[in-house]
């Protein structure tokens, strides 16, 4: 079993950042490869970015590559998302997750799918103003 626990979020004015972070506890977590998500109200919860359980790969959803940056510190059992340059349309709450397959690289499509997660934490409200 693996615990997952976001922190960071809040209100923010466009064009402002947020640093997110999911500490986890429980299993290895180096283990683990982590995904961000987040669902805005009335909407299906969507991809924001993964990473690799050891921090070789890192994938993105379209409409946050570049601003958004996925990062983990295996030692403190931590996974950060770095948002910069934020939009109203960024509002949402954001979920990390953990992957629970044997350590490797499956391909961006493989991690961009909620179903690929056995892990999800409670979420932290990103709230953008404009």
């Known amino acids: 079993q693996v615990q997952l626990v976001e922190s960071g979020g809040g209100l923010v004015q466009a064009g402002g950042s947020l640093r997110l972070s999911c500490a986890a506890s429980?299993?290895?977590?180096?283990?683990?490869?982590m995904g961000w998500f987040r669902q805005a109200p009335g909407k299906e919860r969507e991809f924001v970015a993964a990473?690799?359980?050891?921090?070789?790969?890192?994938y993105y959803a379209d409409s946050v590559k570049g601003p958004f940056t996925i990062s983990r510190d295996n030692a403190k059992n931590t996974v950060y998302l770095q948002m910069n340059s934020l939009k109203p349309e960024d509002t949402a709450v954001y979920y990390c997750?953990?992957?629970?397959?044997?350590?490797?690289?499956?391909?961006?499509?493989?991690?961009?799918?909620?179903?690929?997660?056995?892990?999800w934490g409670q979420g932290t409200q990103v709230t953008v103003s404009s």
């Open positions: 429980g299993r290895t977590f180096s283990n683990y490869a």
């Open positions: 990473i690799s359980w050891n921090g070789d790969m890192a």
């Open positions: 997750a953990a992957d629970g397959a044997r350590p490797s690289d499956y391909g961006k499509s493989y991690y961009t799918r909620v179903g690929t997660y056995d892990y």
